[in-house]
C-alpha cells in the first residue's frame, strides 16, 4: 500500500480533514524546506484559515478533500 492512500485511509477513518495541495518540492517550499511529503496542521483556527486560504488561491474549492471535512 503507498503512503498516499494509507493516510487517506487513516484520516477518513479517524474522520480528519485532509486537503491535498501542490507536490514535494511546493510544499517543502511553503514551509522552509526542500521538500516536504506531508504536513498535519494541529491548531483548530490556523488550519480552518489555512484552508480558506488554500481554497482562495486555487479558485475556491479547487482542492482535494476526502469525505470527512
Known sequence: MNGR???FDKTAYYHVPIVEF???AEL???????EAAAIAIVEDGFAIKLRSRIGETLGGGA???NSSV
Open 63 to 65: 482542492f482535494d478533500e
Open 5 to 7: 492512500k494509507k493516510m
Open 22 to 24: 501542490g507536490g514535494k
Open 28 to 34: 517543502g517550499k511553503a514551509i522552509g524546506r526542500r
